[in-house]
């Protein structure tokens, strides 16, 4: 049985609040300190609590069982830099929910374009999510993890269409898994709701069943399909490890959220003209280029290309209800208008710098990739000084497990807010 890793959602409403987890210090790469089979009943363990949660039952049980496993595994670390304590590794963590997925017991259909349906989330047997999927010949889940590309097609073109027509390079095809979706009848939809909850949903449908490398998840868009997946990209800059526009415009997309997010065109118009001359400016150099680039030039950049879970330098610019978050920076959703933010960590003095404006509050998520969590942390918000140690919690990690804020490849182990005082500049009201 595949166990969803989201609750069960009623509406697009729950939907969208759903898609929103030196002395002797941690290393800062996301190195995997323990061996696959020492994580085997952990990986156990948080499957039967995502079971238990989701069935409502024995989730006590099973939150003492995930304990139980972790307490285990501090003997092995104890001479690590982890230092004993697994929630100091986020790359076991990440490995072990991976892991979880049980990918092996799965028999998915391969070396073809299939065509499918998903049932779940505001999903229903009357109403399912309608996609194409493609895996490699070869696929197996044991011998590693898989690129994954989010295909969202021209209108007027079926996915099982796009897939064999638009992604029929050689490497593509051994190296890839492709999945493309109904997109609803109105294209006006794409960019609402309904459009983008098909996408996400899609993503998260596929890597339940498929091994996906959760940092190597592209979102790819042909014709009209590019400026839907710039918009969404732009609204979940955290969720990909870049963006591919084929034979289509960008459309009104701002490249102030793809400060840590690659994007890759071919065939566009002036709006990607117009793009790539913003990102330069705003000195991102992450955008590439190329007029008359193939498929097997897409397959070349996606080689170069993957997430950056924990980046140094973080920019969001929020909206209502989204974005709202950017890596491991969080703030309330906004109506729009000059609100900005931008957030820089110095792991050498364990110190997160924050300045924004049209923002009062702001969230910072946790773990020893970012900053030694052995150490009191100090956050500067406009210059307001705040020192704290922020101690690591099992429960945010298993909260966030079950909510789909975490994956494998982006793991935090616990948050914490802050007021975002005035500058001189603002408003003399907070939160105008």
Not at 5 to 26: D, H, K, M, W
Not at 257 to 271: D, H, K, V
Not at 312 to 326: C, D, M, N, Y
Request: charge should be neutral.
């Amino acid at each position: 049985m595949i166990i969803q890793r989201i609750p069960t959602l009623l509406g697009s409403v729950a939907l969208f609040s759903a898609l929103s987890l030196v002395s002797f210090a941690v290393m800062p790469a996301q190195d995997q300190l323990l061996k696959d089979s020492e994580l085997k009943n952990l990986a156990k363990s948080l499957a039967k609590y995502i079971e238990a949660r989701v069935d409502e039952k024995g989730v006590s049980d099973a939150t003492g069982d995930v304990a139980s496993n972790m307490a285990k595994l501090e003997r092995k670390l104890s001479k690590t830099p982890a230092q004993g304590d697994i929630l100091a590794s986020p790359g076991d963590i990440g490995r072990a929910i991976w892991l979880s997925y049980d990918y092996g017991r799965n028999r998915p259909k391969k070396g073809k374009v299939a065509e499918k349906k998903f049932v779940g989330s505001v999903f229903s047997k009357d109403n399912p999510l309608m996609y194409a999927v493609w895996a490699p010949s070869k696929y197996s889940a044991s011998s590693g993890s898989y690129p994954l590309v989010i295909c969202i097609p021209d209108e007027g073109v079926r996915p099982v269409d796009h897939l064999r027509d638009h992604w029929a390079d050689r490497g593509v095809q051994e190296g890839v898994i492709l999945a493309s979706p109904v997109m609803p009848e109105d294209s006006g939809a794409w960019s609402g709701r309904d459009g983008i909850g098909r996408v996400i949903v899609l993503m998260r449908a596929v890597y339940e069943e498929y091994g996906v490398d959760f940092n190597r998840i592209y979102l790819a868009g042909h014709g009209l399909g590019v400026a839907t997946a710039l918009g969404i990209a732009e609204k979940f800059p955290d969720r990909f490890a870049g963006v591919i526009g084929r034979s289509g415009d960008a459309g009104e997309a701002s490249p102030s959220n793809f400060r840590n997010l690659s994007t890759y065109f071919s065939g566009g118009g002036a709006q990607v003209t117009k793009f790539e001359e913003e990102v330069r400016r705003m000195g991102y150099s992450n955008c590439t280029v190329q007029p008359a680039g193939v498929t097997a030039d897409v397959w070349n950049w996606m080689g170069t290309v993957s997430r950056d879970s924990y980046p140094s330098q973080v920019t969001l610019i929020p909206g209502s209800p989204f974005p709202k978050r950017a890596y491991w920076l969080e703030v309330p959703p906004s109506e729009g208008g000059s609100s900005r933010i931008s957030a820089q960590v110095d792991r050498g003095t364990n110190t997160v710098t924050v300045e924004g404006s049209g923002i009062t509050e702001f969230t910072i998520h946790f773990n020893d990739l970012l900053l030694d969590m052995s150490k009191p942390i100090v956050v500067v918000a406009n210059g307001q000084k705040h020192e704290d140690l922020i101690p690591r919690s099992r429960a945010v990690v298993l909260a966030s497990l079950f909510s789909g804020a975490c994956d494998p490849g982006r793991v935090f182990v616990n948050a914490k807010s802050y007021h975002l005082p005035l500058l001189a500049a603002d408003p003399e009201d907070e939160g105008k």
